[in-house]
């Protein structure tokens, strides 16, 4: 099993920055995946950012050049970087945990709302 823990969701204006961070604990050796993934009202989830593994790094068109994505020294956190967030980012955003052998694991979710 793997725990999810998220942080970092709030209210800000358009134009602003967010950093939302995801810690993994738990069964985390086989890890191969992790990102986030989010959900508006009304709208499928898409996937918003991924990182491998081995670093490579994948982003919803969407936000390309406004946000990024890492991993902490330790390996089992992530962070989403949010920069020039837009009315159309307000969603809830969830961390994703992929090993191998095992179904994918989801946060909890925590909320974005970027006021226009």
């Known amino acids: 099993q793997v725990q999810l823990v998220e942080s970092g969701g709030g209210l800000v204006q358009a134009g602003g920055s967010l950093r939302l961070s995801c810690a993994a604990s738990g069964n985390i050796f086989n890890f191969k995946f992790m990102g986030w993934y989010r959900q508006a009202p009304g709208k499928q989830r898409e996937l918003v950012a991924g990182?491998?593994?081995?670093?490579?790094?994948n982003f919803a068109e969407s936000v390309k050049g406004r946000f990024t994505i890492s991993r902490g020294n330790a390996k089992n956190t992530v962070y989403l970087e949010m920069n020039s967030l837009k009315a159309e980012d307000t969603a809830v955003y969830y961390c994703?945990?992929?090993?191998?052998?095992?179904?994918?694991?989801w946060g909890q979710g925590t909320q974005v709302t970027v006021s226009s």
């Open positions: 994703i945990f992929d090993v191998f052998g095992a179904p994918r694991y």
């Open positions: 990182i491998t593994m081995g670093g490579i790094t």
